[in-house]
């Protein structure tokens, strides 16, 4: 587990440098940060009542999902962990653009489809897009070269409506 961890936390530091750097390296245009919203980690799980049971025993209580629909979202503090069975074979690292670190809606953000834009100019292929013509909710994901997932996952209506 603790080098599951490890990967993760890797993996999200090297999506950082490697923006960074992306972004340094542009003909003389000033970066454009991204906010990627609240952060989890989605878990991909055999027998999602026993790490549910788990998790609890460390604290997390459940703030979100249906464990009927094989899915909850375990939140201890800051930390908020989704369990998920039989929906992806992988963890993923998950960013919610929109959301707030208790899962509410902001009133000012960067729309999905402007942090893909973003990513995609600085060279980095998506692995799955989001259609840039639609409004709304909508999700892109990326693949690191370690082959972790990181799910850009937008619930919520664009905040400035002209998406």
């Given at each position: 587990?603790?080098a599951?961890?490890a990967?993760?936390?890797?993996?999200?530091?090297?999506l950082?440098?490697?923006?960074?750097?992306?972004?340094s390296?542009?003909?003389?245009?000033?970066p454009k940060?991204?906010d990627f919203?609240?952060f989890?980690?989605?878990?991909?799980?055999a027998?999602?009542?026993?790490?549910?049971?788990?998790?609890?025993?460390?604290?997390?209580?459940?703030?979100?999902?249906d464990i009927?629909?094989?899915?909850?979202v375990?939140q201890?503090?800051?930390?908020?962990?989704?369990?998920?069975?039989g929906?992806?074979?992988?963890?993923?690292?998950?960013?919610?653009?929109?959301?707030?670190?208790?899962?509410?809606a902001l009133?000012?953000?960067?729309?999905?489809?402007?942090?893909?834009?973003?990513?995609?100019?600085?060279?980095?292929?998506?692995?799955t897009?989001?259609?840039?013509?639609?409004?709304?909710?909508?999700?892109?994901v990326?693949?690191?070269?370690?082959?972790?997932?990181?799910?850009?996952?937008?619930?919520?209506?664009?905040?400035?409506g002209d998406?």
């Open positions: 587990m603790k599951r961890i990967r993760l936390s890797s993996a999200l530091a090297l950082l440098v490697a923006a960074s750097s992306c972004a390296s542009t003909q003389g245009e000033e940060a991204m919203g609240n989890s980690v989605s878990l991909s799980v027998d999602i009542h026993a790490s549910k049971a788990f998790y609890e025993k460390l604290d997390f209580q459940q703030v979100g999902g009927e629909q094989n899915w909850v375990l201890n503090g800051a930390a908020r962990i989704g369990l998920f069975q929906m992806f074979e992988n963890n993923i690292l998950t960013f919610n653009p929109g959301w707030s670190g208790d899962a509410q009133e000012d953000f960067q729309d999905v489809r402007e942090l893909q834009r973003i990513i995609k100019s600085r060279g980095i292929a998506m692995t897009a989001a259609d840039e013509s639609t409004k709304g909710p909508a999700h892109f990326l693949t690191d070269p370690d082959g972790n997932m990181l799910l850009f996952d937008q619930h919520v209506a664009s905040p400035k998406r």
